[in-house]
């Protein structure tokens, strides 16, 4: 069974600029992650889904920051107007939670904002 | 706002030793999970500990749970090079401590 797939798996931006990330979840996994770890930091949820609907984003910087899963399935993190604060690897994770919400993270989009 | 923290920034022990990794947590929980990482990889869960349970085992793995002074302890036996790694708590969402790197030396 394939993992949590993330792409890109590195981005370099100028102060500025947008990016977007991408996140296919293991199949069948109904709750979505997304989460922030800088550098020698634990991860940092940002935002997490069920099937399509957003059940928490409180930590989601709403000015620059969003995140889609339209149908449930893949999702997309966005960053507009990057900035040098924003430099750190995003995880995306997956589990279904009647199956005892293991979660399974993928490998990361490590992000440097220059 | 963390929930819950590992209590060192990093050990180092030798290969065949044991080690144990410190957690405490803030507010009352239902599970409290232990996770590790290494280098380039998102974070792996090892062990899930529910607030009814005092003890759990995976392998050379023991998690413990003292939910009367909300702490919790990851014990490693026969420690080898591979163990070497953050390794993290976590409640809730889940969210996570700043971790504890593990060092494992041959």
């Known amino acids: 069974e394939a993992g949590v797939t993330q792409s890109p798996r590195y981005a370099v931006l100028q102060e500025g600029q947008a990016v977007s990330f991408w996140c296919d979840p293991i199949?069948?996994?109904?709750?979505l992650y997304w989460y922030q770890q800088p550098r020698d930091q634990g991860p940092q949820l940002l935002v997490y889904?069920?099937?399509?609907?957003?059940?928490?984003n409180s930590q989601l910087p709403s000015d620059r920051f969003s995140a889609v899963r339209p149908k449930g399935t893949n999702s997309t993190l966005k960053i507009q107007s990057a900035k040098q604060g924003d430099t750190a690897t995003y995880l995306c994770?997956?589990?279904?939670?009647?199956?005892?919400?293991?979660?399974?993270f993928g490998p990361g989009t490590r992000l440097t904002v220059l | 706002s963390q929930l819950a923290e590992e209590n060192s920034w990093a050990l180092s022990v030798h290969e065949g030793e044991s080690v144990t990794v410190n957690c405490s947590y803030k507010?009352?929980?239902?599970?409290l999970q232990w996770y590790r990482q290494k280098s380039g990889k998102g974070p792996a869960q090892l062990i899930l500990?529910?607030?009814?349970?005092r003890e759990k085992r995976n392998g050379r793995l023991r998690a413990t749970l003292d939910t009367s002074s909300q702490s919790s302890s990851l014990s490693i036996t026969a420690t080898r090079c591979e163990d070497t790694a953050v390794y993290f708590c976590?409640?809730?969402?889940?969210?996570f401590g700043a971790g504890t790197k593990l060092s494992v030396k041959p």
């Open positions: 994770a997956s589990s279904f939670i009647t199956g005892g919400g293991e979660q399974y």
């Open positions: 199949s069948g996994h109904d709750t």
């Open positions: 889904f069920r099937d399509e609907a957003v059940i928490d």
């Open positions: 507010t009352s929980i239902t599970a």
């Open positions: 500990i529910r607030s009814n349970e």
């Open positions: 976590a409640t809730g969402a889940p969210r």
